[in-house]
């Protein structure tokens, strides 16, 4: 109710128009996955990102093997372990972390390191898996590209660097992480 007050605010919608555009976006969005509010976020996520520490990250849930339960993608950007420094990131990129819901806990599949946004899952599937496309850029890689990272069956590839680029006509799918959706553990509680 509130995000359909807002609506109505920024874009002049009454409720009821406002109520018909959220259950077609919620719908379009959640078909494949989507970056997840962060007042929503499972508590065994919560539980996640406060062991490992995370100051500031970006989360997105989607089914990447079509069980019907959704796996998280953690986009890992800062921590805190107490000297102030973080093993998250580099002139790469930073870590992308893709997590298995086991009871009610998050198992780790992959550590993706030197990944950037746009973080998109892709139609093709490999193993059973959606493949993901994370950007490639900096630390010395020009030009940037996109990798299509495939699962091997147990995991997804933990470096992107050493993966080939998506081709143009791979690039189907839906982009989940962006530059702009990135939080701190302050204001998911």
């Known amino acids: 109710m ?3 007050r807002m609506l109505k605010t920024r874009l002049g919608l009454d409720v009821t128009q406002s109520c018909r555009l959220l259950i077609v976006v919620s719908f379009a969005l959640f078909s494949i996955g989507s970056s997840i509010a962060s007042d929503n976020l499972p508590p065994a996520l ?7 520490k995370l100051t500031r990250y970006g ?3 989607t089914d990447l093997n079509d069980d019907g339960f959704e796996e998280a993608l953690v986009y890992a950007i800062a921590s805190k372990d107490g000297d102030g420094s973080d093993d998250f990131c580099g002139s790469g990129g930073c ?24 973080i998109r899952v892709l139609h093709a599937k490999t ?9 490639v850029c900096g630390g010395g890689i020009y030009p940037c590209y996109n990798a299509d990272l495939r699962f091997s069956g147990h995991a997804y590839p933990t470096n992107p660097s050493v993966v080939s680029p998506v081709p143009d006509d791979k690039q189907a ?4 992480l962006t530059d702009d959706v990135f939080r701190t553990p302050s204001t998911n509680q």
Do not use: C, E, Q
């Open 59 to 61: 989360v997105a849930l």
């Open 2 to 4: 509130v995000l359909a």
């Open 173 to 176: 799918g839906m982009t989940l």
């Open 127 to 135: 193993n059973g898996w959606h493949d993901i496309s994370v950007r």
């Open 95 to 118: 870590t992308l972390y893709v997590l298995s819901l086991h009871g009610n806990t998050y198992r780790r599949v992959s550590r993706i390191t030197i990944a950037k946004p746009p």
């Open 46 to 52: 919560i539980k996640f990102i406060a062991d490992t």
